[in-house]
């Protein structure tokens, strides 16, 4: 029976791996969560697990009263958070939303555990870092982001070396198929009704933006440490192949699944073995046929930027990342509208690149977090610039 961890275990992700490891009969010693900690403290009962931290100092007497006669020891703020992260535990999942994730994943891999990341804020800001901490402690990081776990199975038993090229799949989101003027309009609320997946909200309308897409390019070169042209990205409305890779020889690996996030995080969860996974199984002859489409990035900037953000290296990741949080935040509150993200993201790494530091290659997680800091006020000054606001 191995020892587990769960960061970020109230979101969509959480909820879905609490549903797995209730079936593989793993023990259960931390779960985190924000202010849900109803959920949270019902999940460490279901769960019993030992240690339960909300990520919010002031919901700590909360936490604690929901726990009362439970068992399970209540925590809360940002240094319990990396306290539990250092709390022995065979298998850890990163599943905090946004750059918080990546302060207790960074924790995590210095007890050489291993790490199951769905926190792809992590490898955006971080890459180089995240990746070189994880060898210096022997620790293994998992990719659970769909199209990433697909890469990481398609390149199973191969020589990197042949690797010719990479092709990751967006669904095009709830705008796919919507005119610049119409999208630059869009509501909060049909943002994130996403047409494939049942996700947490943020990544709902980072994947209508196409950003999440523009993070998954950058945390696939961080990851797999494949150059930045030899990376694409292929609209598939129908969600069903998550990412192909290209050989030497022109043949080409696809992987198919549902869409249903318990696949990647089972495969993930059973690691290096296969195991079994309740997610439903393909009807290939009901499907008929499979669509794909070349991405727009007229109507969709992120993607053009992220190759913008490839080629500065350095920060850029870090300011990419921060910038488009903020533009998030001001989008949902309704302070700037929806084509305004973009543009805010793009401003602020322009104002950045002359920042002290941007241009290097991030040494530590102290650096990055001050990058971030920066990033986020230079968000807020380009948004608190522009000429109109949103009603
Ligand atoms: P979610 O919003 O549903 O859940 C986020 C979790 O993080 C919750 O437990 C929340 O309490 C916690 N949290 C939020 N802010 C926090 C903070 N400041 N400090 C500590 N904890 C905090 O998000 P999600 O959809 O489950 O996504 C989680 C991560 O996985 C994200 O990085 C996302 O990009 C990635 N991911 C998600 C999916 C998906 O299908 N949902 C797919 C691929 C990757
Ligand atoms: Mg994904």
Redesign the pocket.
């Known amino acids: 029976m191995r020892r587990i961890s769960v960061?970020?275990?109230?979101?969509?992700?959480?909820?879905?791996t609490l549903d797995l490891v209730a079936r593989s009969g793993d023990q259960v010693d931390a779960l985190?969560?924000?202010?849900?900690v109803a959920l949270?403290a019902e999940q460490a009962r279901r769960h019993g697990a030992a240690l339960a931290v909300?990520?919010?100092p002031e919901c700590y007497a909360d936490l604690k009263a929901a726990l009362a006669g439970s068992g399970t020891e209540a925590a809360a703020g940002?240094d319990a958070?990396l306290e539990a992260a250092e709390r022995p535990a065979d298998w850890i999942m990163?599943?905090?939303?946004?750059a918080?994730?990546l302060a207790?994943g960074f924790r995590a891999l210095a007890q050489g555990t291993t790490l199951a990341l769905?926190?792809?804020?992590?490898l955006v800001t971080a890459g180089p870092l995240l990746m070189a901490e994880a060898r210096r402690q022997g620790a293994t990081i998992l990719p659970?982001?769909?199209e990433h776990s697909a890469i990481f199975q398609a390149l199973r038993g191969e020589d990197m070396a042949t690797v010719e090229r990479v092709i990751i799949t967006a669904s095009g989101g709830p705008f796919r198929d919507w005119s610049a003027e119409r999208i630059a309009k869009a509501s909060p609320a049909e943002a994130v009704a996403h047409p494939n997946?049942?996700?947490?909200?943020?990544?709902?309308i980072?994947s209508a933006s196409m950003f999440?897409k523009a993070?998954e390019v950058i945390e696939t070169k961080e990851f797999f440490g494949i150059e930045s042209n030899r990376i694409e990205v292929l609209v598939h409305p129908q969600s069903i192949v998550h990412a192909l890779v290209g050989f030497c020889d022109g043949g080409l690996m696809a992987h198919l699944g549902p869409a249903d996030?318990r696949h990647?995080i089972g495969f993930a969860l059973h690691w290096p073995a296969r195991g079994p996974v309740p997610v439903e199984r393909l009807d290939l002859a009901r499907l008929c046929e499979l669509r794909f489409q070349a991405p727009d990035e007229a109507r969709f900037p992120a993607l053009r930027l992220a190759r913008e953000v490839m080629a500065a290296g350095g920060m850029a990741g870090a300011v990419f990342n921060a910038a488009k949080e903020v533009a998030l935040d001001h989008f949902i509150a309704r302070a700037i509208p929806f084509n305004a993200m973009a543009e805010v993201v793009e401003e602020t790494l322009t104002r950045l690149s002359a920042a002290e530091g941007f241009t290097s290659a991030p040494d530590s997680l102290d650096s990055v977090l001050a990058m971030d800091h920066l990033a986020r006020k230079g968000a807020a000054d380009v948004i608190a610039g522009r000429p109109t606001q949103q009603g």
Do not use: Y
């Open positions: 960061f970020g275990a109230t979101g969509s992700i959480g909820v879905n985190t969560g924000g202010r849900n949270l909300t990520a919010h940002p958070l990163s599943a905090i939303v946004g918080a994730g207790p769905a926190n792809k804020e992590s659970v982001d769909s997946w049942a996700m947490g909200q943020r990544i709902s980072d999440n993070l996030m990647a």
